[in-house]
Every structure is written in C-alpha cells, then in structure tokens.
C-alpha cells in the first residue's frame, strides 16, 4: 500500500467515497428523442457470460468485496431505471445501484447482491430554465459537474476533492470538500431530486421533490440531504440552487469559486516528531485541534483555508498535511496563521509546497491521486466538536507507531470542518451534525486478503482505544454516514448505548423511518446499514 495508498487516501479523496457506490443514482426521465438528436446511452444487460462483466463487476473501489450479480443493467435514462427496477422487483431480484463505484462497505458489491443498476453513462450537467436550477444527472463524477458548471456559468457546488466520485451518492450523504467553510455542505445548495420509488404493488414511479416546504413530497427531498444512499429509491436527477439566490441568471445561482487557488503539503518527518519522551507528535496534533476549534466560525479569514491532516502509521516516513486556500488575494495570511499555530512549543518544522493554480485545474487534479480498484480498505469516522484530548493524541501516536503489526498502511486524516456549515441548524436537513470543528477518516488499506485479520484487528483497536470513554464508538459526536461503517451496528465493536443511527443521524432516524415507510414500504432499497421502515 504505502506511500501511493496514503496519498490516496487523504481525506476528501477517500472520505468523499462512500456513498458514490452505495448511493442510488440515475438519470433524466427519457424524452422522444428529436429528429438528428443522439440516442441516450442504454438499456443494456451484461450477464455473466458477457465478456464486459467481469470489467463492469469489477469497478467497485473495495477489493475487500467482489459481488456476482445475475446481471449489470447499464441505463441511459429515467425511463431505463424504471424498467430496471420493476424488472427486479418483478424477479424477487436484490437491487444495488452504482454511480461512481466507490464504497466502503459491501453495500453494492456483496454476495446478495443480484441485480446492479450502473449508471456510469449518465453525466449530463444542465441548467434547467422551468426550474431555474442547474441539472446534474447523478450518474455524473465531480469532475464532470466542476468542469461543466465553471466553464459554461463560473460557478460551483461545494463538494469533495476527488474528480472521480459519482455525485449519486457523494450527495445524498451531504457532501463535504474544500469550499464547504466557506458555502456550507453540498445539500446546503439543494434544490430538487428526481427519485424512482417502488410503492406498495412493486410499481415504479418517478418522484421530484423540492426543498419548498409546500411541497407536499418535501420529506422526499429532506431524506436526501444527509440520509444516506440505497435507502429510498433510485436518485435519477439532482437540482442545486442556492437558498435565497435571486433572478434568472444562473451565474448568480451558485457559489462562484475563487479564480485562483494557494494549494499547500506540508511534510513532517516521523524522525523528527517521535524524539524523546515528550514527542512533537502530541503538541502538533493537540495545537492542530486548537486551531481547528478557534477557526470553526463562518465569515473569517481562516474560513478560506481547508486541510486534510494524514497521520500516516509508521514506518511511513512522515505525516502529510494537503490543503487550499480559496482566496484570489491574500492567500498566504491563513496558512501563515496555521503555521504559526501548528509549531506553538514543537522543534520539528515541515518541508512546505506551495502552488499557485487556477481553481479548476486543482478541483479537476483533486488534493490526492485516485489508487483505482486495487487495495482492500476499512474506514471508520468521527466529527468532534473540539479537538482531541491528551489521552485520545496518545492513543493515536501508540497505534501509528506500532511495531507489532507488519505491513500496516493505516492513517488518521483529520480534516477542517466547521465554518459556513455550522450555521445551518441541525433540523434543516438530515445532516445533523452542524457543530462539529473537524471531520474524521481513519482508514487502513492493504493488498494481500491474507493480511485481512491484522489489518482489521490495527483499525478496530486503534478506533477503540481512542473512544474508549465512550464504548469505543464517538457517542459524544458521531459519525459520518458517508463513511459506512458496518462495525457500529455490531456489539463486539459498538459497546456504548448509542446504536449506529444515532451516531449517523442522531435525532433524525425517527423522521427518515417515517419518509422511508412512505417511500419505500416493501423495503426494496436496502443494505447492512440501510433506514428500517418504522
């Protein structure tokens, strides 16, 4: 793994994952097609003796878990989806559905799993005129929606650092990247959702639901704002507009992104940080928190600046922090003021890159490569409220440097969280979590599936020791959905009182049940961390 899966698994490169595989996603309900127009993409089937099967099975980003479906069905539009779904409901048939692909857990690509919905082809980005909101099919990577939006209106949606995750489910967990202390979570700009539904006699229908609160399909659009994919239905279309944007000019309908960015690594030797028995270690990770807390607020500065923090285990030769600056003047300001917070009482100083780029071409690079389908990978999570304690810092460094376990290539990113997010209150969507300063990744990832056991058992002690006051899961805090996490829904693992929704939703579950039995009575949409129909 090393040194390429560490880069990979910086933060918004791995912690935007989840749900772009987990998450249903889709396209625009089929039109008749004009006279010269081209045909959408799609129905086709890929069955197991198709020579494209093993090549569209195997797009799934954890290698932890290969599937084998009866069938991929590659669709092209809403009208395809609908067919898909009623097909399968029809058979009896399991359904996952696929957008980007990548997933933490074997939501999609697990062993009942029989039908895949792949919705790869389906990338449009538009402006919507009747509904004066842009248009982003969901089968679209970030990259695609970024490059689109820039270019052709020279706006944006605050969404995660990796070009390469599917909007499907990157969404419908809410959504997080570097613009987002300064415009707030991706769903913070949510419009409307196109969703196929199955109701009660196996029918699938095609639901769009608004953010209007006279909408009496509302609670569709909420249980999209944070609720976690695979729960619902299948998200065709998403619509972003900003709350309280005016007129009909779509420039002024969205953020519009900085034209330039400072995009920053700053390298620490472990050499330099593990000396002695008061290690820089503990006084940058606990000044990093500090920071973190006294820069939570909306409107300052240091609003601008987002970072990934990757603790890497040893014996990786150091720890990595990647981040931005969104400012088009002025940029260095913030970072000198991190730089100065970070090395408050610490001898150990970084190897500093700092790049000067045109937003575009850093939100299209990402802050991380992407690895490709290659590593098996567990991840679990975290969004305190307040920067770690001295005992949690000291559980961190025993478990980074541990030498008892070969091979390991684990870390720890702790990303800035906090600012414009934080001013939405809690209820508004089904993203609770508007008070955290930090969002957590810890993540281990390895080849070799002889190494599984060790690899499990390093992340699952290191999660434990850390939370240990609180049953070895952040009852306090909680967890991000998009970041599945199968472990907290079992007692071995989770021995606090806090079950795993509350820790993803906490006072929201008992709303999404309700939206779910609406919407999904026969519970066609499910999977191991899947909304019970209440």
Not at 47 to 69: A, I, K, M, Q, T
Not at 106 to 125: A, E, H, N, R, W
Not at 166 to 189: I, K, P, S
Not at 427 to 455: C, K, N
Request: glycine share 12%; hydrophobic share 35%.
């Amino acid at each position: 793994m090393t040194d390429h899966a560490r880069r990979a698994l910086l933060g918004g490169a791995a912690v935007t994952l989840a749900a772009g595989a987990s998450g249903l996603a889709g396209g625009r309900a089929a039109q008749a097609a004009e006279p010269g127009c081209p045909q959408p993409a799609g129905p086709v089937t890929v069955g197991r003796d198709d020579p494209r099967y093993r090549s569209l099975v195997g797009r799934g980003y954890n290698r932890r878990f290969e599937g084998r479906p009866d069938h991929v069905r590659v669709v092209g539009s809403t009208r395809d989806v609908m067919r898909a779904v009623e097909d399968a409901v029809r058979a009896g048939k399991k359904i996952a559905v696929r957008s980007g692909g990548h997933c933490f857990e074997d939501f999609v690509d697990g062993p009942s799993v029989q039908v895949i919905i792949d919705l790869s082809g389906m990338t449009g980005v538009s402006f919507d005129r009747e509904r004066n909101a842009f248009a982003v099919e969901a089968g679209a990577t970030l990259g695609d929606v970024y490059r689109r939006l820039y270019t052709h209106w020279g706006v944006t949606i605050p969404a995660g650092t990796n070009p390469l995750v599917g909007v499907g489910g990157h969404v419908q967990g809410a959504g997080y990247g570097t613009l987002c202390r300064l415009h707030g979570l991706t769903v913070d700009h949510l419009y409307a959702v196109e969703v196929v539904v199955v109701d009660r006699t196996g029918r699938a229908r095609v639901v769009v639901a608004t953010r209007e609160p006279s909408d009496p399909d509302h609670d569709l659009w909420w249980a999209h704002t944070g609720g976690g994919g695979g729960n619902f239905g299948v998200v065709t279309r998403y619509w972003f507009r900003s709350p309280g944007a005016r007129g009909s000019d779509p420039s002024g309908l969205l953020p519009r992104p900085p034209s330039t960015v400072l995009q920053f690594t700053l390298d620490w030797s472990w050499e330099d940080l593990d000396r002695g028995d008061d290690p820089d270690f503990l006084r940058l990770l606990r000044n990093y928190g500090t920071w973190a807390e006294r820069n939570a607020g909306a409107g300052t500065p240091n609003a601008a600046l987002y970072s990934e923090f990757a603790l890497s285990s040893r014996p990786l030769p150091n720890v990595t922090m990647a981040g931005q600056v969104s400012l088009d003047s002025g940029a260095h300001r913030p970072l000198d003021d991190l730089l100065s917070a970070l090395h408050q009482d610490i001898g150990a100083r970084p190897g500093r890159t700092v790049t000067t780029m045109p937003w575009l071409t850093a939100m299209t690079h990402g802050l991380a490569d992407e690895p490709g389908p290659v590593y098996r990978v567990k991840i679990k999570s975290g969004l305190p409220r307040r920067g770690f304690t001295d005992r949690q810092i000291a559980a961190i460094h025993r478990h980074l440097t541990r030498t008892d376990v070969p091979h390991v290539g684990g870390l720890l990113s702790v990303n800035t969280f906090g600012g414009k997010v934080n001013t939405v209150a809690p209820e508004a969507t089904a993203m609770p979590h508007r008070d955290s300063v930090l969002i957590l990744a810890y993540v281990v990832g390895w080849q070799d599936a002889s190494q599984d056991a060790s690899q499990l058992a390093w992340i699952r002690e290191l999660y434990a020791d850390v939370y240990r006051d609180t049953g070895g899961v952040p009852a306090s805090d909680g967890a991000f959905v998009n970041y599945p996490d199968s472990d907290l829904a079992d007692p071995r693992h989770n021995t606090s009182r806090t079950p795993w929704h509350a820790l993803y939703y906490k006072g929201s579950y008992t709303r999404l049940q309700r939206i779910k039995a609406r919407w999904d009575p026969r519970n066609v949409f499910t999977h191991g961390l899947g909304i019970k129909p209440r």
